[in-house]
């Protein structure tokens, strides 16, 4: 039936954002990653909502995810810090190794994600912050350094600050902080308060 395969085209949509938003960062079109991560954040959030609606849920569905996911959610964030450390520190050299600490973001990404897999635990709530949360954020930081917003492009280009946002994110990805989900198992207002208010902004690992 054509119905099972909808979810999983939205998940390879995601990652297909997610390859056009790699292209992007090294091309210095900041504000195309911004618009395609947030195109795969919202096909993401279909993908799984659909696959509900359509009960087609399938173990290759959430293989695709975590996949798609690697790449929107982990690859990306680790690119832009790569990218953020190159001006930062005025680097024109192929892979020096103060600009590549910013994938580190990506080996713990990874961890994450194959964690997640095997957790039990976390089927109506997460255990530490998802990918994509903190995707958002490392979108943020590189959207101020183009902008200049508040004035704070000086303030997020000190390596100081950089570094330490890569360990703060990289040990908040896979730390065991109880954070809800936005995963609905029915669509109903009661019991779905808080799920519905934060649902625009939501968290998927």
């Not at 954040?41 to 279909?46: E, H, I, Y």
């Not at 964690?115 to 903190?134: E, H, I, V």
Request: proline share 3%; net charge positive; hydrophobic share 55%.
């Amino acid at each position: 039936m054509i119905k099972k395969h909808i979810p999983n085209a939205i998940t390879l949509l995601n990652l297909f954002c997610g390859c056009i938003a790699l292209v992007c960062i090294f091309q210095q079109a900041y504000v195309a990653v911004a618009i395609f991560t947030g195109i795969g954040l919202v096909a993401d959030f279909l993908d799984g909502a659909v696959a509900r609606l359509l009960n087609v849920k399938s173990e290759l569905g959430k293989q695709l995810d975590s996949l798609a996911d690697m790449v929107s959610f982990g690859v990306v964030p680790g690119a832009i810090f790569y990218q953020l450390l190159s001006i930062a520190f005025h680097i024109e050299n192929f892979l020096d190794i103060r600009s590549i600490f910013g994938f580190v973001i990506t080996i713990f990404a990874c961890l994450r994600l194959a964690k997640f897999n095997l957790d039990t635990r976390q089927t109506n709530s997460f255990l530490g912050l998802p990918t994509p949360a903190t995707t958002i954020f490392v979108v943020g930081l590189m959207l101020i350094v183009h902008f200049n917003s508040f004035g704070l492009r000086q303030m997020v280009l000190q390596s100081w600050f950089l570094y330490t946002c890569v360990a703060a994110l990289s040990w908040l990805m896979i730390s065991e902080l109880p954070m809800f989900s936005l995963k609905f198992a029915r669509f109903t207002w009661k019991g779905n308060e808080i799920k519905f208010i934060f649902a625009p902004q939501r968290q998927h690992c």
